[in-house]
């Protein structure tokens, strides 16, 4: 597989943009086929903050139209942006069994830490949670084991101690985001 030094100095701008387009078409692949097979990563893929989107060739070169580009200097920019597809492929949380590995482990994790309400049946509603306080600011105030807590007493029942974080629980629950909580 060739470097990104090889990219920019061995490849014609030509066919590096073939490079850039077969493996943009890949990426798109990848992430609709992951999309239809889980259902949490069809929310991160168009989520601000998901996956970054990947330009057209047409987009690149209107963006650049504004700028007198050395051949050079184009040559390198794809062979950075070829980079970065292939990095972006190849990252474990863009497949199914390293999505299921990625949910264990954090599984593990949690209850290693004593958070035993936090099971694989309720995980995309952690997750959806933690996004949810992300959002609020609520790092800001809280470390994100706080948060975890606070939602694993509200998982089993428990009387959360702090009160506001009880209020942006309840927010939360009243919301779209605990809807399918316990179905």
């Known amino acids: 597989m060739p470097s990104v030094y090889e990219y920019a100095t061995e490849w014609s701008e030509r066919d590096l943009k ?3 387009s077969r493996l943009r078409d890949a990426f ?3 992430i609709g086929r992951l999309a239809e097979k889980d259902q949490s990563s069809r929310v991160k893929a168009f989520m601000p903050g998901g996956y970054k989107h990947q330009r057209t060739i047409k987009e690149i070169e209107n963006l650049r139209g504004r700028k007198n580009w050395s051949e050079k200097s184009r040559r390198e920019d794809w062979a950075r942006r070829i980079a970065e597809l292939k990095e972006l492929r190849s990252a474990r949380s863009l497949s199914i069994s390293g999505r ?3 949910r264990q482990e954090t599984i593990k994790t949690l209850k290693e830490e004593g ?5 694989s049946s309720n995980y995309d509603q952690f997750v959806n949670f933690m996004n949810f306080a992300k959002a609020q600011g609520l790092l800001d105030q809280y470390d994100s084991q706080q948060i975890a807590e606070a939602f694993n007493d509200w998982i089993e029942g428990g009387i959360l101690k702090n009160d506001e974080l009880a209020a942006y629980i309840e927010e939360w629950s009243d919301s779209a ?3 399918d909580l316990f179905d």
């Open 177 to 179: 985001g605990a809807v």
């Open 28 to 30: 798109q692949k990848q």
């Open 115 to 119: 958070l035993t309400g936090i099971n």
């Open 100 to 102: 299921k590995a990625i």
């Open 18 to 20: 073939k490079e850039y």
